[in-house]
């Protein structure tokens, strides 16, 4: 069974710091591996996803986040935090085999931005 | 456009009564999903279908019942079993593949009063 732990439920940094979103995960077989952003009161976007092409993956907003097996980790990162940032962020894993197209998620971690 | 649409936003229950949440796509996906929402505990799968006509049970299903008899919809019932059914609802839907994004709606926010 895949599981994924999101360390830290509440992350607050100043605009124009780095952000630095954990997530760890746990996956009998080569894991798929999703970064959703919530704003309050709706649906979940995509930000970016791994799917094994490159370890190393770029989304929507200056968001990257990088695979790293030897560390079962698949941390959220951008450089310089904007205001508009602010929201939950959940880290999801998707295992193949009869699996496919279940997502597990994370707890969620919220990003707080101040000025 | 094309989009998951959810309604109501907001839904108010008395204790004891069934309640259905109602979810339609017009993306053409294959795949439905029903997730719950509450604070600090991420989201969790209720139910999914990957064709009409057909569904599973997720995570949580105790509670809950669903039905697929059109690719565009797929409600949710939130039943008098349900024993703390207050929660976010979110549906989203994708064609299945595996990687592919899941697609969300805005959700229906469910109170039991």
């Known amino acids: 069974a895949q599981s994924v732990t999101q360390l830290g439920s509440h992350v607050s940094v100043s605009e124009g710091a780095l952000v630095l979103l954990r997530c760890n995960y746990s996956?009998?077989?080569?894991?798929?591996l999703f970064w959703y952003v919530q704003y309050p009161n709706q649906g979940l976007q995509l930000l970016l996803k791994y799917t094994s092409a490159a370890t190393l993956v770029k989304g929507i907003n200056g968001f990257e986040a990088e695979f790293k097996k030897s560390e079962t980790s698949f941390h959220l990162t951008k450089p310089s935090a904007h205001m508009s940032d602010a929201a939950e962020y959940f880290c999801?894993?998707?295992?193949?085999?009869?699996?496919?197209?279940?997502?597990?998620f994370g707890q969620g971690t919220i990003l707080t931005v101040h000025p | 456009d094309g989009g998951i649409t959810q309604s109501p936003k907001y839904l108010f229950r008395k204790e004891g009564q069934n309640v259905t949440l109602s979810c339609e796509q017009n993306l053409n996906h294959d795949a439905m999903y029903w997730y719950r929402q509450d604070p600090g505990q991420g989201l969790r799968l209720i139910y999914y279908s990957q064709i009409v006509n057909d569904f599973q049970k997720g995570d949580i299903a105790e509670g809950y019942s669903v039905s697929r008899e059109k690719k565009e919809s797929f409600p949710l019932t939130v039943t008098s079993a349900q024993k703390n059914p207050t929660a976010f609802y979110l549906c989203?839907?994708?064609?299945?593949?595996?990687?592919?994004?899941?697609?969300f709606g805005p959700g229906t926010r469910l109170t039991v009063l």
């Open positions: 989203a839907s994708s064609t299945g593949r595996i990687t592919d994004t899941q697609y």
């Open positions: 999801a894993v998707e295992a193949g085999g009869t699996s496919y197209g279940k997502l597990t």
């Open positions: 996956s009998s077989v080569p894991p798929y």
